[in-house]
């Protein structure tokens, strides 16, 4: 299996997991709300916001384009911080390992 085939089976089972735990959402944030300049969209969007409406796309853009692929990841850590003090924090476990498996794809 491709490295390009891995993220998109990794992305898929991140979209599987977010609708799962009902954080996909089915319509998205304001247009003003991706005009933020600041990593993860952090004032504009909430973080499966920001994974959902950026990151997944972005990453299925560069890979139907054929761009290269970032050299270096890592997106675990906010996921984990952001979801440390959720009282359900447990429910998040899967979407965090999938998240911790695409940051490995690009170590």
Do not use: C
Request: aromatic share 12%.
């Amino acid at each position: 299996m491709t490295k390009h085939q891995q993220i998109v089976d990794i992305l898929t089972g991140i979209e599987e997991e977010m609708r799962a735990v009902d954080l996909w959402q089915g319509q998205p944030p304001a247009a003003d709300a991706f005009e933020s300049k600041l990593p993860f969209a952090v004032d504009t969007m909430s973080a499966h916001e920001w994974l959902q409406w950026i990151l997944i796309p972005r990453l299925y853009a560069v890979i139907e384009q054929g761009s290269a692929l970032p050299s270096a990841f890592q997106i675990t850590p906010y996921f984990e911080e952001h979801y440390r003090n959720d009282a359900e924090s447990a429910r998040y476990l899967t979407l965090l390992n999938h998240l911790r498996t695409l940051d490995g794809l690009f170590a």
